[in-house]
């Protein structure tokens, strides 16, 4: 089983920047040939929506349209961590963050969040002035 721990979110005010961070199962994690590393959001009776994803390399990333531009999405494999950094926050981007991982066999594409098997528990982001 990969584990997926978040921390780093918090109550914030607009315009503000948050760094989000997702911890993996250490030694056993290479071993799943995960394909992507995404992050979610999720709002009270909303769908979860996709924010980010980033490939096993590191070379390619992926982006909302929501977040262009003020969100960055990035890894570390040796220490097993990914990273959401958060610019410019505005209230809409308050919800519950979830980072996933995308193991065989891969059935959909970067943004379906039925394609990731393994999921954290989510952290809270809040923008509020």
């Known amino acids: 089983q990969v584990q997926l721990v978040e921390s780093g979110g918090g109550l914030v005010q607009p315009g503000d920047s948050l760094r989000l961070s997702c911890a993996a199962s250490g030694r056993t994690f290479n071993r799943y040939n995960i394909r992507y590393m995404g992050w979610f959001r999720q709002t009270p009776g909303k769908e979860r929506e996709s924010v980010a994803a980033i490939n096993w390399s590191g070379q390619s990333t992926y982006y909302a349209d929501s977040v262009k531009g003020r969100f960055t999405i990035s890894r570390d494999n040796i220490k097993n961590m990914v990273y959401l950094q958060m610019n410019s926050l505005a209230p809409e981007d308050t919800a519950v963050y979830y980072c996933?991982?995308?193991?065989?066999?891969?059935?959909?594409?970067?943004?379906?969040?039925?394609?990731?098997?393994?999921w954290g528990q989510g952290t809270q982001v809040t923008v509020s002035s």
């Open positions: 996933a991982a995308d193991a065989p066999p891969y059935r959909s594409t970067w943004g379906d969040p039925l394609g990731y098997d393994y």
